[in-house]
């Protein structure tokens, strides 16, 4: 069975504090790919980033990053130095090849000023 | 930039009423998908699917069904609405598998009252 858990259900952090957002995944499938989405107050999720099962490099994007492991069958998501506007929901998901998205239960993130 | 539309941002229905929900993109995406959020149980899959006329059951697929009658649009339809079906519905659509496996972009979402 393919299960996404995101164990933080909600993180509150103070602007500027470094912010990580657990995802751990479990599937039985070598090929799979993991995704981070965004979904602001406004409601719309906005997708942020994809992996593939082979590539476990971490990534950087400005203040985000992500760190991919495998072995501990982790897709953890940090914000640097967190904004007001990081405040959001944010989703982890997982899937397989040629089907749909199976997400985790969503971290609400509330930055404060 | 990828658009995804969904008819209605709020929707209020009585128990009982047939319910269309109605998804349009415009980046010739093979795939689209409904699915519906609820607090604490994140978004779950209704339906699927990967083509015109083609549909698939996703988790939840009790009390809806689907219609895709054109590439570009995607229906989901509650037969007789109830109650336990208030919710937040989101539509989403992603390029196929020949383009390798592609995010999926997601409309804003209808947020549906059954009284």
């Known amino acids: 069975a393919q299960k996404v858990t995101q164990a933080q259900t909600e993180i509150s952090v103070v602007e500027k504090e470094d912010v990580t957002l657990d995802c751990v995944y479990e599937t039985r499938d070598t090929t799979y790919y993991l995704f981070w989405y965004k979904q602001p107050p406004s409601g719309e999720l906005v997708f942020l980033i994809r992996r593939n099962s082979f590539d476990e490099q971490n990534e950087i994007s400005g203040r985000y990053s992500w760190n991919f492991q495998k072995s501990t069958s982790s897709f953890n998501f940090t914000i640097t130095a967190s904004q007001v506007v990081d405040s959001a929901v944010y989703f982890c998901?997982?899937?397989?090849?040629?089907?749909?998205?199976?997400f985790g239960k969503g971290t609400t993130l509330s930055v404060s000023s | 930039d990828v658009k995804v539309t969904q008819s209605s941002r709020y929707l209020v229905k009585r128990t009982g009423e047939k319910v269309f929900l109605e998804c349009v993109q415009d980046m010739d995406h093979e795939n689209m998908f409904w699915y519906r959020q609820d607090p604490g149980l994140g978004l779950r899959l209704i339906y699927f699917s990967y083509d015109v006329k083609m549909k698939e059951k996703g988790d939840i697929p009790e009390g809806y069904s689907v219609s895709r009658e054109k590439k570009e649009r995607f229906s989901l339809i509650l037969e007789s609405a109830s109650t336990n079906q208030t919710s937040m519905y989101l539509c989403a659509s992603s390029f196929g598998m020949e383009l390798g496996d592609q995010p999926q972009h997601f409309g804003d979402g209808t947020r549906l009252s059954i009284l």
């Open positions: 998901a997982l899937k397989r090849a040629g089907t749909a998205l199976i």
